[in-house]
C-alpha cells in the first residue's frame, strides 16, 4: 500500500499554511489543505510524477498541488512505502535563493 509521510519540516509548513489562511478564510483554507492532501496521495501512489530537482537536493522531487492549492510546490522524496513529503512552499518565494542560503 503507497502512503506518505510528512517531514517536521512540511508539518510545520502546513501549520503555517493552515493559520494563514484561516485568519483570513477558513473556508479556503480547508479547500486548500484538502487538495494539498489529495496530492500527497497522488504521489504516493506514482511517486515518479514530480520533476527530478537533484540541483538542490539528491533525489528531491517538486510536484505543483492540485487546485485549490496550486500556488504550493511540494517538494519531496521517494521512499519504499511510497514518499516523504519534505516541504511545501508557495511558488511565488524565491525558494531556488533559499536553497543557495541553505534556509530549506
Known sequence: M???????Q???????IADYLGERNPA??????????QTFTLLAKS?????LREDLRRDLRV???RKPAD???VFYYP???????AMLLHGSRDYLGMFARGER
Open 2 to 8: 503507497s502512503r506518505y509521510r510528512l517531514s517536521h
Open 10 to 16: 512540511a508539518d510545520r509548513d502546513l501549520e503555517e
Open 28 to 37: 479556503a483554507a480547508v479547500r486548500v489543505l484538502e487538495a494539498l492532501h
Open 47 to 51: 511517486p515518479l510524477l514530480g520533476t
Open 63 to 65: 510536484f505543483r498541488s
Open 71 to 73: 500556488g504550493y510546490l
Open 79 to 85: 521512499i519504499s512505502e511510497g514518499v516523504e513529503i
